[in-house]
């Protein structure tokens, strides 16, 4: 039996030619190029009902949010990837004239399905903590109702804070923003299988 045929090793700027003219994303890292796999309904209401809550809130306010169309690429270790939310205060700063990847979120926003869930807890949050304007790292549960952030602390520590409370909030703190469990989940069957629980408690 032969050696695996050793992939070969692709440039950043092959990488980003070849990413700016695909029908679907795809993340870099290191050489390697890896296919994002497709979001589940859960996943993108959530993703839809996050955007809404954030872009009505920073109206008026010197601060963005984006969805997953726009690309960051972690200058400390060259990971190029599409968070489900990012959010950038003041002046935004992109990797060339095209404004397509970004290079300073202040606050990054995950929806965990099944399948990256350890991923993006573990090895991506390690990642990017190599990001020098990133604040916070806030992760939703797709599968339940479960949220977590992790926060930049003055010493370069990192804080956790998690809930598990369909009726809690969670704090984005360099917004000065409350996320309430209800509204980050409304209309999933996630938010159904509760208002059952409480008509039959009641």
Not at 59 to 77: F, I, M, P, Q, T
Not at 114 to 119: L, W
Not at 177 to 194: F, P, R, S
Request: hydrophobic share 35%; net charge negative; charged share 25%.
């Amino acid at each position: 039996m032969g050696l695996p045929e050793k992939k070969p090793f692709i440039s950043p700027e092959e990488y980003l030619l070849a990413e700016r003219v695909a029908f679907e994303k795809s993340e870099y890292f290191q050489g390697e190029v890896f296919a994002m796999s497709g979001a589940t309904k859960e996943h993108t209401l959530i993703v839809g009902n996050i955007l809404t809550e954030t872009k009505n809130f920073l109206k008026g306010k010197a601060c963005n949010s984006y969805s997953n169309d726009l690309r960051v690429l972690v200058e400390s270790n060259g990971l190029y990837t599409y968070p489900d939310i990012v959010i950038v205060c003041g002046k935004e700063e992109y990797y060339d004239q095209t404004l397509d990847t970004l290079l300073n979120p202040t606050i990054i926003i995950e929806v965990l399905s099944a399948s990256t869930r350890d991923y993006d807890r573990g090895s991506k949050f390690m990642l990017y903590r190599g990001i020098t304007s990133l604040k916070e790292y806030i992760t939703k549960s797709s599968l339940n109702f479960h949220a977590e952030r992790n926060i930049l602390n003055e010493d370069k520590s990192w804080t956790l804070s998690e809930t598990s409370d369909p009726y809690g909030k969670l704090e984005i703190q360099s917004l000065g923003l409350e996320l309430k469990m209800e509204d980050i989940y409304y209309n999933l069957l996630l938010d159904k299988e509760l208002k059952r629980l409480v008509h039959k408690t009641n």
